[in-house]
């Protein structure tokens, strides 16, 4: 019942397998900061645009 845990193999599996999720964690972090400043940033540029009169 260990054997799959105990060989390498599945050592190396377990390993990329907890790598694959720190990486998709973080991504995710990243993409939401990303998108948090984007939208930060269209906000301030639409406020602007429509305080100038260009929209609206």
């Known amino acids: 019942m260990l ?3 105990t060989s390498s ?3 190396l599996l377990a390993l990329l397998a907890v790598v694959l999720v720190v990486v ?3 991504a ?3 993409a ?3 998108a ?3 939208g ?3 906000g301030v540029a639409l ?3 429509y305080t100038v009169g260009v929209i609206g």
Do not use: E, M, N
Request: glycine share 8%; net charge positive; charged share 15%.
């Open 3 to 5: 054997d799959p845990l």
């Open 9 to 11: 193999t599945g050592l």
């Open 24 to 26: 998709a964690i973080l």
């Open 28 to 30: 995710v972090r990243v």
């Open 32 to 34: 939401i900061k990303l």
């Open 36 to 38: 948090v400043r984007v």
């Open 40 to 42: 930060l940033v269209a």
């Open 47 to 49: 406020a602007g645009l």
